[in-house]
């Protein structure tokens, strides 16, 4: 009676069991394997029934052989469960994606991954160089602390226990930022033992141990595990084993967003979160226009991943051309530019581009393809300004490089052009100076003669008509002199002779004569000098500055005038005004004052040199020379120089 | 007669099952709600235990006289297993 219940309610019991794991969700092919074993273990109930009613021995048999069916489904159910836990891509995308723990998967798969590269690295490396970047790490990320075993494994257990009860999703983002500084530094150590090629070559076979669908399952959720490793054997696999003619496209549509990353990523690092969050926005609409940018991310940090993208670029169909990826890439530069430049300014914007852009394109940028074509229709959308090195850069090495020659050969032509006209010019003015001075000074000793009257007597009207030609004589000599000290002053030939002086005893000799003039010309000539310091400079250079001045002063100041010369000190300087009561000058004619040939008043005899002898003059002993100016009001014309002890 | 080949497949099967629940042990890691899967593992064990049992006692020839004790187990077991289910599909439309 007992065995009837049992075997009734047992039996039920376990039928609707089997029957209601196929509401478990799970994939068909694990809910098939659970199911079946369980359906096994029913008959053996069954069987285990019957043989106790009849006693007949070959139930026995069966049951033991159900048992072992149902154990061989029961093992296949583990098989799987544990299958889909470390494949977690299939996994993840199938009905038991609720059950799994994402965070531990990443772990396993970024341990795997690391431990991997650990094997390899504690036969060449030094150990304490292991744990420093491992205790480097653990400093920022302190999840990985005490990670390390002592056989140079991760510990994944201390890695779960120090995330403790941290949420899921936190603990991926906290594993994603640890395992991408740790595992890239590791094959950096690597790479500086060995070389950079050997430590891509090892990070490819790691992947390959690992899986490649493992590790692609990783890329697409985290961007680069390996970090700069991944991006180099993605450019390896996917650009170099295309076939020719693909090659070409590939590449040209890969470089593409290269050089989107390659600009925009430093440019994103020093954005404020406010404006990576305004450039997502702008892609996200551009999506509707150029769905091709579908797979660009930007993570919090400004790091741009990618790999989605490269990935839906590789299975283009043909007919979309290298010119759609290209204008989606440059469509997708432009609208972040601007947000950019808003943020960090233009010139940092420029200066970060500058650093980072060049040399890393070039590197990448495969020789044998001509990408200038493409360059150029990238560089075309970025701002103004931005790129323009770049620009120029390519447009051929070689055709710069003849541009540069071209250029250089034109500037030694015009130099040696100048040079000769400069000597000639300097021939000329000696010779001018000799030709025009010795029959002047003939002229000149024969109006001496005549006015003396050694060569006879000459009439009242002879005599004055003698002293006018002496004193134009003078004044074209002065003339002259003047336009040979200017030519000689600027060409340098005429150096200043420096030696201490007292510049009140030049002013004073210098003003002496022209008290005279003065008096002749009733204008009225004062003089304030306060004691001044001594002075480094040429005696010769000063008095013909000071004298210019004052001869510039008697030139505009009318009959009943007044002159002032004043000189003081100022600081460290000597501070010395010559101020007239004459026409003054007008505003628009100030700057003019001390350019060569210029002259305010055209009737007033002079060649215009003697303001500009006098600022060469003052600029050869390290001062400065001004004029104030009110036009009818008179001038005074100043000029500073510098007290050397 | 049957008692060598009964032997074999009831020994086959425990080692299956001790395979599967290892399988089963290294997965629950990755596994949420791992407390539910507990159980499914104790069915197994328990399920294997009781093919030993029926085999002992078939050996010992008092199969007829207690096979019922063992007839317990699935009405037990098919409870629990049952009411695991209704949980565990609770728990996961709530997560």
């Not at chain 1, 450039?279 to 609409?285: D, Q, Y």
């Not at chain 1, 051309?321 to 914007?349: R, W």
């Not at chain 1, 040079?419 to 000799?434: C, I, N, W, Y």
């Not at chain 1, 010795?438 to 050694?454: C, D, H, R, V």
Request: aromatic letters at 8%; proline letters at 3%; one cysteine or more.
């Amino acid at each position: 009676m007992l065995v009837d219940l049992f075997a009734i309610l047992g039996i039920g019991t376990m039928s609707i069991t089997c029957f209601l794991v196929h509401y478990l969700p799970l994939s068909s092919k694990l809910r098939n394997y659970i199911s079946t074993s369980a359906l096994f273990a029913v008959i053996v109930w069954i069987l285990l029934y019957v043989f106790i009613k009849t006693g007949q021995d070959v139930f026995i048999l069966a049951l033991a052989m159900s048992t072992f069916i149902s154990s061989i489904f029961g093992a296949l159910s583990g098989r799987e469960i544990l299958k889909m836990a470390r494949t977690p891509k299939s996994m993840l995308r199938g009905p038991e994606k609720t059950l799994i723990k994402k965070h531990v998967i990443l772990l396993e798969t970024y341990a795997e991954l690391t431990n991997r590269i650990l094997d390899r690295m504690v036969l060449i490396c030094d150990i304490k160089a292991i744990k420093k970047i491992f205790d480097g790490c653990a400093k920022d990320y302190p999840i990985l602390k005490g990670s390390l075993s002592n056989e140079n494994m991760i510990k994944t257990d201390a890695v779960l226990k120090n995330l403790g009860g941290t949420r899921e999703e936190e603990s991926e983002s906290k594993l994603l930022k640890a395992f991408s500084t740790l595992t890239p530094g590791l094959i950096d150590l690597y790479a500086t033992i060995t070389s950079h090629d050997r430590a891509t070559e090892m990070a490819a076979a790691v992947i390959s141990e690992v899986g490649i669908k493992r590790h692609d399952w990783l890329l697409g959720r985290v961007g680069v595990p390996l970090g700069k490793y991944d991006e180099i054997l993605y450019e390896r696999g996917v650009l170099l084993h295309l076939p020719n003619g693909i090659a070409t496209h590939g590449k040209a549509k890969t470089f593409a967003f290269m050089v989107f990353k390659d600009l925009l990523e430093p440019l994103l690092k020093q954005c404020k979160f406010g404006t990576i969050e305004a450039i997502r926005n702008r892609l996200r609409k551009l999506i509707e226009r150029k769905p091709m940018i579908i797979g660009i991310k930007i993570a919090d940090d400004g790091t741009v991943d990618l790999s989605k993208l490269y990935m839906g670029i590789e299975r283009l169909p043909a007919e979309k051309s290298v010119e759609s990826v290209i204008s989606a890439s440059t469509a997708a530069m432009s609208v972040c530019f601007p947000v950019i430049q808003k943020d960090i300014g233009f010139s940092l914007m420029k200066r970060i581009t500058e650093n980072t852009f060049h040399s890393k394109i070039l590197e990448k940028m495969p020789k044998e393809f001509d990408l200038l074509a493409t360059f150029l229709e990238i560089t075309k959308a970025m701002p103004e300004g931005v790129l323009e090195k770049e620009k120029l850069a390519f447009l051929s090495k070689e055709e710069l490089e003849w541009r540069v020659k071209e250029r250089t050969a034109e500037l030694k032509k015009a130099y040696s052009e100048l040079k000769a006209l400069d000597r000639m010019k300097d021939e000329f003015l000696d010779m001018t100076s000799h030709e025009l001075k010795t029959p002047l000074t003939s002229i000149n000793s024969f109006l001496q003669l005549m006015g003396s009257e050694k060569l006879g007597k000459i009439t009242k009207k002879q005599s004055n008509a003698v002293k006018t030609i002496s004193q134009e004589l003078k004044r074209l000599r002065g003339s002259i002199d003047k336009i040979l000290d200017t030519s000689r002053l600027e060409s340098g030939r005429i150096k200043p002779e420096m030696k201490n002086l007292q510049l009140t005893d030049i002013i004073q000799k210098t003003i002496n004569p022209m008290k005279l003039v003065a008096e002749q010309k009733r204008i009225i000539l004062t003089q304030k000098i306060s004691k001044l310091p001594s002075i480094k400079g040429d005696e010769w250079q000063l008095t013909e500055l000071i004298n210019n001045l004052i001869d510039n002063a008697f030139k505009f100041t009318p009959e009943g005038g007044k002159i002032t010369i004043e000189a003081k000190r100022k600081r460290n300087k000597i501070l010395v005004e010559v101020k007239d009561t004459g026409i003054g000058i007008a505003k628009k004619d100030i700057p003019k004052m001390f350019t060569k040939f210029f002259k305010v008043e055209h009737s007033v005899p002079g060649a215009g040199m003697g303001l500009h002898i006098c600022k060469i003059i003052v600029e050869a002993h390290g001062g400065r020379i001004g004029v104030k100016s009110r036009l009818g009001k008179g001038s005074t014309f100043f000029f500073t120089l510098p007290i050397k002890k | 007669m049957f008692e060598p080949l009964i032997i074999l497949f009831v020994s086959f099967g425990l080692v299956l099952v001790i395979y599967s629940i290892l399988n089963v042990f290294k997965a629950l890691k990755f596994l949420r709600f791992p407390k539910y899967f507990v159980p499914i593992g104790f069915g197994f064990i328990g399920g294997t235990m009781l093919s030993l049992g029926i085999l002992f006692l078939y050996l010992a020839g008092a199969l007829d006289e207690y096979g019922w004790i063992i007839l317990i187990y699935p009405f037990v077991g098919g409870l629990v297993g049952i009411y695991a289910i209704y949980l565990f599909r609770r728990k996961l439309r709530a997560s």
